[in-house]
């Protein structure tokens, strides 16, 4: 049977470690030419290193989202390789971002958040549209999070964040469309990674026991959803926010 990613290249960003490194994973294992990118350059090294190892075909590129120079530094290299097929807008600030309530919430981390995770979102993917429009029917997928969903509390920059990627995803769905590009958001529940780590124990229990799927959620939860998003499955449908929780949010 064929790859569902067979010859397409695949940018990834976010892509050294956690969910970004599980999708990067999951695409190569589906046939996928790979562009990774990530501010965290040695665990973006390793990564790229041990996809090689598997057989993939990987380029590695340290790209520091909250910097427009290195966003448009990066896809000039990434232009160098050729057009692109899809592109992943994983990389995010979500370490470090909660515990707070909004009286206390610290207003220079709230920039950063903004920063990275909605404006470096709308710069890579400016910068990726040369690329993308090169192909046939290019496609992009935003990580959102059902945090977005529900307001989850204690949280407030990377919530608002991640329901302003699904705002974004809508209005770049009907700007792009008429460019031949289909643009939809995926809405991953708490996921146990290293970029979780920091996170109580008894929030990824509040989770499971609240999902229909009683259990935690893991990186590779996600893979699917985002795999069928970039392929030849999915060429009609754009603009969509899909939860990938476990049923703890039903949208």
Known sequence: MTEMLSGKRILVTGAARGLGRSVAEAAAAEGA?????????????????????????????????????????????????????????????????????????????????????????????????????????GRIVNLASDTALWGAPRLMAYVASKGAVISMTRAMARELGER???????APGLTHCEATEYVP????DFYAQGRALKREQQPDDVDGTILYLLSNWS?????????????????
Do not use: C, H
């Not at 031949?180 to 995926?186: C, L, T």
């Not at 060429?235 to 969509?240: A, D, E, L, N, R």
């Open 33 to 137: 030419r790979l562009v990774i990118s990530d501010i965290l350059a040695d665990e973006l090294q390793a990564t790229a290193e041990a996809l090689r190892a598997r057989g993939a075909e990987v380029e590695a590129l340290s790209i520091d989202q909250a910097d427009p120079a290195s966003i448009e530094a990066g896809m000039a290299r990434v232009a160098g390789g050729g057009g692109l097929d899809g592109l992943v807008n994983n990389a995010a600030i979500a370490t470090g971002v909660g515990g707070e309530t909004l009286m206390d919430y610290d207003a220079d981390l709230w920039d950063r958040v903004m920063t990275v995770n909605v404006k470096g979102t709308w710069l890579m993917t400016r910068a990726a549209m040369p690329l993308l429009e090169s192909g046939d029917g």
């Open 201 to 204: 124990q008894e929030r990824y």
């Open 180 to 186: 031949g590009i289909g643009v939809n958001a995926v």
């Open 235 to 251: 060429t009609f449908v754009t603009g969509q926010v899909i939860p990938v929780n476990g049923g703890f949010v039903f949208n």
